[in-house]
T-cell receptor, first 114, second 111 residues
Framework: NAGVTQTPKFRVLKTGQSMTLLCAQD?????MYWYRQDPGMGLRLIHY???????AKGEVPDGYNVSRLKKQNFLLGLESAAPSQTSVYFC?????????????FGPGTRLTVT | GENVEQHPSTLSVQEGDSAVIKCTYS??????FPWYKQELGKRPQLIID?????GEKKDQRIAVTLNKTAKHFSLHITETQPEDSAVYFC??????????FGTGTSLTVIP
């Protein structure tokens, strides 16, 4: 099992450009999450999904959109990138129910917006 | 929404000593509290978790305690080793939908 994978690993964008980050998991997990991690601020939830075809806003959703057309994939889109979106982005997934272990994280995507 | 505060932000201990990291949360409906370890340049990894129906949980050198009345929970690492050096994050969740993270504690274990 590859677990949770993210594409790309690094990206540099110019202000106003758009891009899509891809998260894929092969563990048949129901829940998927997108976080951003900034120095001194921990992990903040952008959007999450509780199943195929569903999405919901987290703490910091502005400037981002998501889609979950397939259960194994969760896409994060930036329509018009801004320097404030420079961050490390982590995707995570977990199975339904808290009787099992918590979230599994992907390796992260380091995004720089100039 | 939920607000999780974590202290201290940095912690240095001598190898073999204990380390304690504390977190408080604001929403009494939170019922799941995981702890993650993140090494430099790596992804966060779950090291231990506790649910609101339990007061303490241990796993070898790591333990977590929860005080629901005071709304705080703590991570205890005993007999620290240099490989314990990392950033540790606490989190709180209501039924596992959204997770709210603390701002992290950078632990350095001095050989």
């Amino acid at each position: 099992n590859a677990g949770v994978t993210q594409t790309p690993k690094f990206r540099v964008l110019k202000t106003g450009q758009s891009m899509t980050l891809l998260c894929a998991q092969d563990m048949n997990h129901e829940y998927m999450y997108w976080y951003r991690q900034d120095p001194g601020m921990g992990l903040r939830l952008i959007h999450y999904s509780v199943g195929e075809g569903t999405t919901a806003k987290g703490e910091v959703p502005d400037g981002y959109n998501v889609s979950r057309l397939k259960k194994q994939n969760f896409l994060l889109g930036l329509e018009s990138a801004a320097p404030s979106q420079t961050s490390v982005y982590f995707c995570a997934s977990r199975p339904l129910g808290l009787a099992v272990e918590g979230q599994y994280f992907g390796p992260g995507t380091r995004l720089t917006v100039t | 929404g939920e607000n999780v505060e974590q202290h201290p932000s940095t912690l240095s201990v001598q190898e073999g000593d204990s380390a304690v990291i504390k977190c408080t949360y604001s929403d009494s409906a939170s019922n799941y509290f995981p702890w993650y370890k993140q090494e430099l340049g790596k992804r966060p990894q779950l090291i231990i978790d506790i649910r609101s129906n339990v007061g303490e949980k241990k796993d070898q050198r790591i333990a977590v305690t929860l005080n629901k009345t005071a709304k705080h929970f703590s991570l205890h690492i005993t007999e620290t080793q240099p490989e314990d050096s990392a950033v540790y994050f606490c989190a709180a969740s209501i039924r596992g939908n959204q997770f709210y993270f603390g701002t992290g504690t950078s632990l350095t274990v001095i050989p």
